[in-house]
């Protein structure tokens, strides 16, 4: 099972000494990679008296490309995975040139986490429809995965027209492995047909065995399509604000037993004030599953 830390991106702050800090350090730990969540902006809650969003302006984003091309220059080993990037809110073909630029960077480090997001305000902001994401996502994904691994496409689908064009450089990897976050019905299906793996998103508190289930689920999916199941990665959460080392311990276990590939530790919304107190809890969770 590889092990990996969710980047705290709105807690780590601006200072790219600190940044630095934080990445070298999960590398030096022996870390397998390091996933960054991606917003673009934050809505203005004052102006939506019903916000419900999970962030809002006061909430900072690193952009996670730009991060990772700062990144690539720091570390030599550590993957690099977005968790998620929220792809049709995005132009694919920028997508693919700019995650083919980080792949190239890190010699092939990059793991591409994609989802269609919640927050419409995103969409509006960047000129993209948020009622057909979903559907529209599933073209995305053919047209990165033909730019990524040919040096001359012609693509012509429902959203996308590409003529007689490609990308240069291409990536390391052809393609960049690509993740799926989410957990719908709709998800769960893309995964198992088209996917190369699952980001799954809980509380410590909501890890039962209905994450089995719907592991499971996206097994029958890939066999349904033909594809080999066990090829299929899938990914679980720690977080660092619910329970002692021991019980991080009991939840790696518990993951393993459902079959995931790799497990990740958070440590945002933990109550840590600085830089410094991330790398030491990242540095204690290692201790307590080693």
Same mark, same amino acid.
């Given at each position: 099972?590889?092990?990996?830390?969710?980047?705290?991106?709105?807690?780590?702050?601006?200072?790219?000494?600190?940044?630095?800090?934080?990445?070298?350090?999960?590398e030096?730990?022996?870390?397998?990679?390091?996933?960054?969540?991606?917003?673009?902006?934050?809505?203005?809650?004052?102006?939506?008296?019903n916000?419900?969003?999970?962030?809002?302006?006061?909430? $900072?984003?690193? *952009?996670?490309? @730009? =991060?990772? &091309?700062?990144?690539?220059? %720091?570390?030599?080993? +550590? !993957?690099?995975?977005?968790?998620?990037?929220?792809?049709?809110?995005?132009?694919?073909?920028?997508?693919?040139? $700019?995650?083919? *630029?980080?792949? @190239? =960077?890190? &010699?092939?480090?990059?793991? %591409?986490?994609?989802? +269609? !997001?919640?927050?419409?305000?995103?969409?509006?902001?960047?000129?993209?429809n948020?009622?057909?994401?979903?559907?529209?996502?599933? *073209?995305?994904?053919? =047209?990165?995965?033909?730019?990524?691994?040919?040096?001359?496409?012609?693509?012509?689908?429902?959203?996308?027209?590409?003529?007689?064009?490609?990308?240069?450089?291409?990536?390391?990897?052809?393609?960049?492995?690509?993740?799926?976050?989410?957990?719908s019905?709709?998800?769960?299906?893309?995964?198992?047909?088209?996917?190369?793996g699952?980001i799954?998103?809980?509380?410590?508190?909501?890890?039962?065995?209905?994450?089995?289930?719907?592991?499971?689920?996206?097994?029958?999916?890939?066999?349904?399509?033909?594809?080999?199941?066990?090829?299929?990665?899938?990914?679980?959460?720690?977080?660092?604000?619910?329970?002692?080392?021991?019980?991080?311990?009991?939840?790696?276990?518990?993951?393993?037993?459902?079959?995931?590939?790799?497990?990740t530790?958070?440590?945002?919304?933990?109550?840590?004030?600085?830089?410094?107190q991330?790398?030491?809890?990242?540095?204690?969770?290692?201790?307590?599953?080693?």
């Amino acid at each position: 099972m590889k092990l990996g830390v969710v980047f705290p991106q709105t807690e780590i702050g601006a200072d790219p000494g600190a940044v630095k800090e934080y990445a070298q350090a999960a590398e030096s730990l022996g870390y397998d990679h390091l996933l960054a969540y991606d917003h673009v902006l934050g809505a203005d809650a004052g102006h939506y008296p019903n916000w419900g969003g999970a962030y809002r302006l006061e909430d $900072q984003f690193h *952009e996670p490309f @730009v =991060l990772f &091309g700062y990144l690539a220059g %720091l570390t030599k080993r +550590i !993957g690099l995975t977005t968790g998620i990037i929220i792809l049709p809110q995005r132009q694919t073909v920028l997508v693919a040139k $700019q995650a083919a *630029e980080v792949d @190239v =960077l890190t &010699g092939g480090r990059l793991r %591409l986490g994609i989802g +269609i !997001g919640w927050n419409h305000v995103e969409y509006e902001a960047l000129g993209e429809n948020f009622r057909d994401r979903g559907r529209r996502s599933e *073209e995305q994904i053919a =047209l990165l995965r033909e730019l990524w691994t040919k040096e001359v496409i012609d693509f012509k689908g429902k959203w996308h027209r590409v003529t007689h064009a490609g990308l240069n450089p291409l990536p390391a990897q052809r393609p960049i492995p690509i993740w799926f976050g989410g957990g719908s019905e709709q998800v769960l299906r893309r995964i198992g047909t088209i996917g190369d793996g699952w980001i799954a998103t809980t509380r410590n508190t909501g890890l039962n065995d209905s994450f089995r289930d719907r592991i499971e689920t996206i097994r029958q999916h890939a066999r349904e399509a033909g594809r080999d199941p066990a090829a299929i990665g899938v990914e679980g959460p720690i977080q660092a604000a619910e329970g002692s080392p021991d019980d991080w311990a009991g939840y790696l276990a518990q993951w393993k037993s459902y079959g995931a590939t790799h497990v990740t530790f958070n440590t945002m919304n933990a109550g840590f004030t600085s830089p410094e107190q991330h790398i030491d809890a990242i540095r204690r969770f290692k201790e307590a599953v080693s």
